[in-house]
């Protein structure tokens, strides 16, 4: 992970990982799915099921937008791009070269080549590796491939620390990419690193208490990491104590104030926004420490490492009542009662319904330094 943070009491080293980050094997244990192919739906009501005929599949046009709410992407439609959508497609490739259906690492090499220069092209050129979007698939079941079918549908998606896909709105050029929280997100622990969005009520790594947006103390060219370490040290510490309640505050809940920094290249993508946030550190400092409680209220800090996180990669992301995690809408509102999507653990419709690719193991857990001298500047460690 490019992107580097910033500890006003100590150093952290690959500890956290935000919300898009775009890196399509891992990134600090996150991982892009590459989902199957597309489902046959339901047989009409008052025809047989042995009837149903396979839809027809999504038209591959750059720009159009998929949604889905089942596990296996079983209900994927075409939806307006200004509405909730989990897969945004900026183009195919065909995999002529390949003599047989790859395994699951190889999917994750050829989108990687393949599929970031067609997400580039899409972008103009303007994609930032470490903002909200991340460059993901959708590939062919074993069904297409054997008939002949070797495209691979490339786009932008936003997936968690887990895996996990959150809805985007809006077309990917005309958004802000920082990979940013709104204030009041909490994201889960997962050993000693962050994990996905979760309650502030239950055990977490981070909670996101600001943002400042770089461009109007820096208008023009890149600002170097300490420029920006000058001024977001004096600017977070002033964000997370009014958040908090003050700077007091902060020292007796045993939280400490860190922050983001931007790498050349995701300034050059557009990129001006960074985190201020609030965590714990473990007694040993090799990582975060859980924290239960929003900064707000009653907070209590464990001295232990938390357990790792579980997650599924390539569903839709379970809803909680974090700020930055609303659960998708159903692709097709006729599918569902109004406000619930079909459930997860329903029968799949008729056809071959399409299989998240499970990913490869994470890194190993961050380590950390000893922390900078009281009052002195922090250390400038990349990530």
């Known amino acids: 992970m490019r992107q580097s943070k910033r500890v006003v009491t100590a150093i952290l080293i690959g500890a956290l990982t935000m919300l898009g980050v775009a890196t399509l094997d891992t990134v600090a244990g996150a991982t892009v799915p590459v989902l199957g192919s597309f489902a046959a739906l339901p047989s009409p009501a008052g025809t047989a099921a042995d009837e149903a005929q396979e839809a027809?599949?999504?038209?591959?046009?750059?720009?159009?937008?998929?949604?889905?709410?089942?596990?296996?992407?079983?209900?994927?439609?075409?939806?307006?791009?200004?509405?909730?959508?989990?897969?945004?497609q900026a183009g195919t490739v065909q995999l002529a070269d390949q003599p047989r259906l790859p395994d699951d690492r190889t999917w994750q090499q050829l989108v990687n080549e393949r599929c970031t220069p067609v997400v580039l092209g899409y972008l103009n050129g303007k994609f930032d590796p470490d903002g909200r979007?991340?460059?993901?698939?959708?590939?062919?079941?074993?069904?297409?491939?054997?008939?002949?079918?070797?495209?691979?549908?490339?786009?932008?998606?936003?997936?968690?620390?887990?895996?996990?896909?959150?809805?985007?709105?809006?077309r990917a050029a005309d958004q802000d990419q920082s990979g940013v929280h709104e204030p009041?997100?909490?994201?889960?622990?997962?050993?000693?690193?962050?994990?996905?969005?979760?309650?502030?009520?239950?055990?977490?790594?981070?909670?996101?208490?600001?943002?400042?947006?770089?461009?109007?103390?820096?208008?023009?060219?890149?600002p170097a990491v300490g420029d920006q370490d000058n001024f977001l040290q004096p600017e977070c510490s002033?964000?997370?104590?009014?958040?908090?309640?003050?700077?007091?505050?902060?020292?007796?809940?045993?939280?400490?104030?860190?922050?983001?920094?931007?790498?050349e290249e995701s300034w050059n993508a557009g990129t001006r926004r960074v985190n201020c946030n609030l965590a714990a550190l473990l007694p040993d400092r090799s990582g975060f420490a859980p924290v239960t409680g929003p900064v707000k209220g009653s907070v209590s800090v464990s001295d232990q490492v938390a357990p790792p996180a579980s997650g599924t990669p390539g569903v839709p992301a379970p809803p909680?009542?974090?700020?930055?995690?609303?659960?998708?809408?159903?692709?097709?509102?006729?599918?569902?009662?109004?406000?619930?999507?079909?459930p997860s653990d329903a029968a799949p419709p008729s056809g071959e319904p399409p299989a998240p690719v499970p990913p490869p193991?994470?890194?190993?857990?961050?380590?950390?330094?000893?922390?900078?001298?009281?009052g002195s500047p922090p250390v400038s460690v990349g990530t």
């Open 361 to 374: 193991a994470g890194p190993a857990a961050p380590t950390t330094e000893p922390a900078a001298d009281p």
């Open 133 to 170: 979007y991340r460059v993901g698939a959708l590939k062919p079941s074993q069904k297409k491939w054997d008939d002949g079918n070797r495209e691979l549908r490339c786009g932008l998606q936003s997936a968690s620390h887990s895996g996990a896909l959150y809805p985007l709105t809006g």
């Open 238 to 263: 002033r964000i997370a104590g009014e958040y908090a309640g003050g700077q007091q505050v902060i020292t007796d809940k045993k939280l400490t104030v860190y922050w983001d920094n931007l790498t």
């Open 56 to 88: 027809p599949p999504p038209p591959t046009s750059p720009g159009t937008c998929l949604n889905w709410s089942r596990k296996d992407a079983a209900d994927t439609a075409v939806v307006d791009c200004a509405r909730p959508h989990l897969f945004e």
């Open 184 to 222: 009041g997100t909490c994201l889960a622990i997962d050993g000693r690193t962050v994990g996905d969005p979760v309650s502030c009520d239950a055990p977490h790594a981070v909670e996101t208490v600001g943002i400042v947006d770089l461009a109007g103390k820096f208008p023009n060219a890149f």
């Open 320 to 342: 909680t009542d974090s700020p930055d995690a609303n659960p998708p809408a159903p692709a097709d509102p006729s599918t569902a009662p109004s406000g619930e999507a079909p």
